[in-house]
């Protein structure tokens, strides 16, 4: 399976600033998502990361709170801006494997204070 | 879209004791049945999947099954361990259109395996 890291892996920020998250993986993949898990709850994504086009957002979370990169096919930036103690929460990205699978990176605490 | 449901949300099992949690999907052209293993402020791991063509998969004290016409699956785990203890994610993968890729998750059992 493929190696993935994330940075940082935990930061504390104050309300209104923004922190962009890094996912990079150490062989190409042609899908990279961006999950939210609250503390006890499931995974939800947040949005699909293509390389070469705009991502696709699910319902609830807009580009603008949650702008997302993905400049080459190992490599994708999630930021959280303008942030509220509400943001708070593990912030994971997963890339796909072959054929079908998924695979998680450590993850990223974030809390806002 | 695909809607998964997981059960039970807990499970608490004796060492040595089996451990069954079910999932149910309502999409049928969900084709991927996946599970993750989450421990304490770990990532999820994928420790075991299945595909609509296959009703049964086993991995040493693990295994799947998969019922495509009642569409749900489950986890069994054999003689269980404590190292077993963790929070288990059922979930199913998208195959059309523009959810392609996408997995859908079940809220998760938390598996508590007392020694």
């Known amino acids: 399976s493929a190696v993935i890291s994330q940075k940082p892996s935990r930061d504390i920020c104050q309300r209104g600033t923004s922190l962009t998250i890094q996912c990079q993986v150490d062989?190409?993949?042609?899908?990279m998502f961006w999950y939210r898990q609250q503390p006890g709850q499931s995974l939800t994504l947040i949005a699909t990361a293509n390389q070469g086009s705009e991502a696709t957002y699910e319902s609830g979370f807009v580009i603008d709170k949650f702008p997302i990169s993905r400049p080459n096919l190992t490599f994708s930036t999630l930021t959280v801006s303008n942030m509220s103690p509400e943001d708070s929460s593990i912030y994971l990205c997963s890339v796909d494997g072959v054929p079908d699978t998924q695979y998680f990176g450590p993850g990223t605490r974030l809390t806002v204070l | 879209g695909e809607n998964v449901e997981q059960h039970p949300s807990t499970l608490s099992v004796q060492e040595g004791d089996s451990a069954v949690i079910k999932c149910t999907y309502s999409d049928s052209a969900s084709n991927y049945f996946p599970w993750y293993k989450q421990e304490l402020g770990k990532r999820p791991q994928l420790i075991i999947d299945?595909?609509?063509?296959?009703g049964e998969k086993k991995d040493q004290r693990i295994a799947v099954t998969l019922n495509k016409t009642a569409k749900h699956f489950s986890l069994h785990i054999t003689e269980t361990q404590p190292e077993d203890s963790a929070v288990y994610f059922c979930?199913?993968?998208?195959?059309?259109?523009?959810?392609?890729?996408?997995?859908?998750f079940g809220r998760g059992t938390q598996l508590t395996v007392w020694p």
């Open positions: 979930a199913a993968l998208a195959d059309r259109g523009s959810t392609l890729g996408r997995l859908y």
């Open positions: 062989s190409q993949v042609t899908m």
């Open positions: 299945i595909r609509s063509n296959v």
